[in-house]
């Protein structure tokens, strides 16, 4: 399936549960990267809603604080202005569904706090499923599609191009929130996530470059790692990734306002990143 990505209006829109829950955007055949937006979306079908024990007000403000906004907006900004056209996978559905960057096992940190593939536990640490909820069914039918999917997607940029560039387009509040496991450290302007084995050093020299003009760049605080799919993580080195956070008061009034002109100025470095992993 291939659609127009754009940025969801405010409020939890209700999806039928038909649709698919990610797309891919082709790119140019020759470009390596893949600009991947997971938690830019508000949608929740209803099936998954009815699991959900916040009231629609309460889940509004909710997802005001735990959604990336604009982020797909941000993506689209430059893949439009890229030399060469990046490929873009975008989650279409809430993070609230299924988080789909997080292990869907005990391997998780954040299963610390309720917030596994399948969180039970509001960004504020407040109940949103209710104890004892089984993941498996949300897993099966959100989680591992979306992997496959992910997956796939690098796999065939490793086949065209001979490397891959996954580009995760993050943002984060500029106040901690209950939640986050890590957030007595720096909030830089632009935080960039790294990963000992996938992110070579040049990758994220051109990160500091191209976000340079956005101020501060810092690394791996409050939030770090990347995401590279499980069948490449670890071993295989044409598979190069880096986390892109972005803190939110540089380009949207918070919690879940609109954006402003700071938006304008992150695409044109997003871009300057594209174009120099593209090369």
Do not use: Q
């Amino acid at each position: 399936m291939v659609h127009h990505a754009t940025d969801n209006a405010p409020g939890a829109a209700v999806t039928p549960s038909a649709a698919p829950s990610f797309e891919l955007l082709p790119g140019a055949a020759r470009s390596p990267v893949i600009l991947h937006v997971p938690h830019s979306a508000r949608e929740i079908p209803p099936e998954v809603r009815a699991g959900i024990v916040l009231d629609d007000r309460a889940l509004e403000r909710e997802l005001d604080h735990i959604v990336d906004a604009h982020t797909a907006e941000l993506a689209v900004r430059a893949a439009g202005e890229s030399e060469v056209v990046p490929w873009r996978f975008v989650n279409r559905l809430s993070r609230l569904v299924v988080d789909p960057e997080r292990f869907p096992d005990e391997r998780e940190e954040m299963l610390a706090v309720g917030m596994g593939a399948v969180y039970t536990r509001t960004t504020h640490l407040t109940e949103l499923r209710p104890a004892g909820t089984d993941p498996e069914p949300l897993v099966e039918r959100y989680f591992r599609p979306y992997a496959k999917a992910m997956t796939r997607a690098v796999a065939d940029r490793l086949a065209a191009t001979g490397r891959a560039v996954i580009v995760d387009v993050h943002s984060y509040p500029s106040a901690r929130l209950p939640y986050e496991l890590h957030g007595e450290g720096p909030r830089p302007p632009v935080c960039l996530g790294t990963d000992p084995f996938h992110t070579p050093p040049e990758l994220l020299a051109a990160a500091r470059e191209a976000f340079a003009p956005c101020g501060e760049t810092g690394l791996d605080s409050p939030f770090s790692g990347t995401y590279v799919p499980l069948e490449f993580y670890g071993r295989e080195p044409r598979v190069s990734a880096l986390m892109i956070e972005i803190r939110r008061d540089l380009y949207m009034t918070e919690p879940g306002g609109p954006a402003g002109p700071g938006l304008t100025r992150l695409a044109r470095s997003l871009t300057a990143l594209v174009n120099a992993a593209s090369r």
